[in-house]
């Protein structure tokens, strides 16, 4: 990328509307981003200490904890730095980088969500060729595939948006360097919207499917381990993809409603994910126990 303008660094405005509220918003935020990384430190621990759980199912949940700790890391820490009274300056190299790992990260959590919904695609539609169909070298590849596209995805973003060269104020009024802010052209719409679009399209496609064939299963305690089986996937999808497309595919950018659900977005669901994830799964519950017991946190029953 070449970088033809005067400008070498930006200053982050933050939060439109919260001025006064800075020492609020640092210990709210702060709260939530310290038990981000705890929650899905400790699905990663139950998930690999725990041999009956190395399955393509969590195979591919700790590979999404994985990317949890690291998205809300992008933005996370200079917008604490800056709330607690330290500059709000960013460089350009830091605002080029914090673009591209926050796309990446986004939109390799948007393609592992497709991945997943077809992993229970198979596992409930052709149970009996599921550990033929989801190998491990399989689940290798479309692990592989997801970060692979989603660098190619970011790197396109990152590329267009900083192309061009940036004169004049160099204030940007976001908490951290975003497209809508960056650069308010199609690019927002066409390559940030229709992606997570077209992967939503598909989790759908998957689940009418898996719709279909619950319908079929005889038995009502069938029916409903297997739609407990899809509905935490279904709650994440939903809380990862409907901040997205309000903020990329609104028609008139609002500062202060995509920063609030960008900060929904960025911290609030890779929280929860952890807790929807474990907390109707008995498997996931009992290896955390163990994991807990370990370290002191609960006493054995």
């Not at 621990?45 to 009956?52: F, N, Q, W, Y």
């Not at 692979?148 to 900083?162: K, P, W």
């Not at 992606?195 to 998957?206: H, R, Y």
């Not at 994991?291 to 946190?297: G, I, P």
Request: proline share 5%; glycine share 4%; net charge positive.
């Amino acid at each position: 990328m070449r970088n033809v303008s005067a400008v070498t660094e930006f200053i982050l405005l933050g939060i439109p509307h919260t001025e006064g509220l800075q020492t609020m918003l640092f210990v709210l935020f702060l709260s939530f981003y310290i038990f981000t990384l705890m929650g899905n430190l400790l699905i990663l621990l139950a998930i690999v200490s725990s041999t009956r759980l190395h399955t393509p199912m969590y195979f591919f949940l700790c590979k999404l904890s994985v990317f949890d700790i690291f998205f809300p890391s992008v933005s996370s820490p200079k917008m604490l730095f800056y709330l607690s009274g330290n500059s709000r300056t960013i460089s350009y190299a830091g605002c080029v980088s914090q673009l591209f790992f926050y796309h990446f990260l986004g939109c390799t959590e948007c393609f592992l969500y497709t991945v997943m919904a077809y992993d229970r695609f198979v596992a409930i539609c052709y149970p009996l060729r599921y550990t033929i169909i989801m190998s491990h070298r399989v689940c290798t590849i479309l692990a592989t595939g997801t970060s692979f596209f989603g660098c190619i995805q970011a790197t396109f973003l990152t590329t267009l948006t900083f192309q061009l060269p940036y004169c004049g104020p160099n204030e940007v009024d976001y908490y951290f360097c975003d497209i809508p802010v960056m650069l308010k052209l199609m690019v927002g719409f066409i390559s940030v919207g229709l992606m997570p679009l077209s992967c939503f399209l598909l989790i759908l496609t998957s689940y009418t499917c898996i719709v279909c064939s619950i319908l079929q299963i005889q038995s009502t305690e069938g029916r409903r381990r297997a739609f407990s089986t899809c509905s935490a996937h279904l709650t994440a999808i939903l809380l990862s993809f409907m901040p997205v497309v309000l903020i990329y595919l609104q028609p008139t950018p609002n500062p202060w409603l995509n920063a609030t659900v960008q900060v929904l977005n960025n911290l609030v669901t890779p929280m929860l994910n952890p807790l929807i994830y474990s907390l109707r799964n008995k498997e996931v519950k009992y290896s955390l126990r163990k994991v807990l017991q370990q370290v002191a946190f609960f006493p054995e029953k």
